[in-house]
């Protein structure tokens, strides 16, 4: 092997390391653009040095008076793939299309489906290392690390969750939502092949006897003893998302058009059901507005399922009370 080849194989596998470690690392606020970055770059030095291997040409014609390039991403990925609806090559291709998108677009969470795109990617890249090149990377990284970190509860990340509206652009929301579609698209196109191109993030909790369909089990402790139960801090931007307009909008949406709230109506229920003593449904700080949680707009939807005039009565004890409070006054 070339000492070229040997150096860019070297350093494709120093971006692939880089690239993990920056996308396991949720601490990191722009770990998205970097990891395509990084990904990009190691499957383009891996590329070159496998057209190299190959004996095949890497650089474009060097033209007068200008210096010699290397050929593109694209161009490599060209080469060696040489079918349009090769899973890996559409793969890397998306996440280039990412990459050279990223960089114009203030994105400051990783959203599912671009999170399963990588995942594939990442699986993509070893599988691929040990068959061009018989190199095995099990001695450099850990197994663990080829499963990325995710947030926990994949909705609170989801481009309608209100708390994402108020962080991102129109724009934004926009592109990343045609990205996404365009990504579920062409994974149901691939079929069987579907998972070296997309691998959808979908958890599951459950407690139950039989855990079989679980992702993640619960203990009650060694040998029926009891577990210890740790009050965990919550983060309210993912407890309590909502702002009052907000939870009219989904009270309203989830209504289907029967009955149609205003913010008046979640005043009402706010005073005449104690809302604001109820943690689970309500925060509200010093410096925070009032917020409300996913709980609440699902409580609000039931007790109208169940009584027709639900709203209509709390609106009429709201009034009977502020009446009274008057007179007491």
């Known amino acids: 092997m070339k000492r070229l080849t040997k150096n860019l194989i070297g350093n494709s596998i120093e971006a692939f390391i880089l690239a993990l470690e920056t996308i396991n690392r949720p601490s990191v606020k722009y770990r998205m653009e970097a990891f395509c970055f990084l990904f990009c770059n190691a499957w383009e030095l891996m590329v070159k040095a496998k057209l190299?291997?190959?004996?095949?040409?890497?650089?474009?014609r060097k033209r007068r008076k200008q210096t010699q390039r290397s050929f593109s991403l694209d161009d490599c990925l060209n080469c060696i793939f040489t079918s349009e609806s090769n899973?890996?090559?559409?793969?890397?291709?998306?996440?280039?299309?990412?990459?050279?998108n990223a960089i114009h677009l203030v994105i400051p969470f990783i959203p599912r489906d671009i999170m399963g795109l990588f995942q594939a990617g990442v699986l993509n890249y070893p599988r691929t290392l040990q068959e061009w090149f018989s190199i095995s990377l099990s001695d450099r990284i850990p197994l663990g690390m080829m499963v990325l970190v995710y947030d926990f509860d994949p909705s609170q990340h989801s481009l309608e969750h209100a708390r994402i509206k108020r962080r991102i652009s129109v724009e934004t929301v926009r592109w990343l939502t045609e990205f996404q579609q365009d990504i579920r698209n062409q994974a149901v196109s691939l079929g069987d092949s579907m998972q070296q191109y997309y691998i959808p993030i979908d958890l599951k909790l459950t407690i139950t006897r039989s855990p079989k369909k679980a992702d993640i089990l619960l203990s009650s402790g060694v040998v029926g003893e009891e577990a210890l139960i740790l009050e965990v801090p919550k983060d309210i931007d993912k407890t309590h998302p909502y702002r009052g307009k907000e939870v009219v909008e989904l009270v309203n949406q989830k209504l289907g058009g029967t009955l149609q709230?205003?913010?008046f109506d979640v005043l009402c229920i706010r005073k005449v059901h104690n809302i604001e003593s109820r943690s689970e449904f309500y925060y509200k700080s010093k410096y925070s507005p009032r917020l409300y949680s996913e709980q609440l707009v699902e409580w609000i939807v039931k007790q109208s399922a169940k009584d027709p005039k639900f709203f209509i009565r709390t609106r009429n004890k709201a009034n009977i009370e502020r009446r009274y409070k008057r007179k007491k006054s």
């Open 261 to 263: 709230i205003n913010s």
């Open 87 to 100: 899973p890996i090559k559409l793969n890397i291709k998306k996440i280039h299309e990412l990459r050279n």
């Open 52 to 60: 190299l291997n190959d004996g095949r040409k890497i650089f474009y």
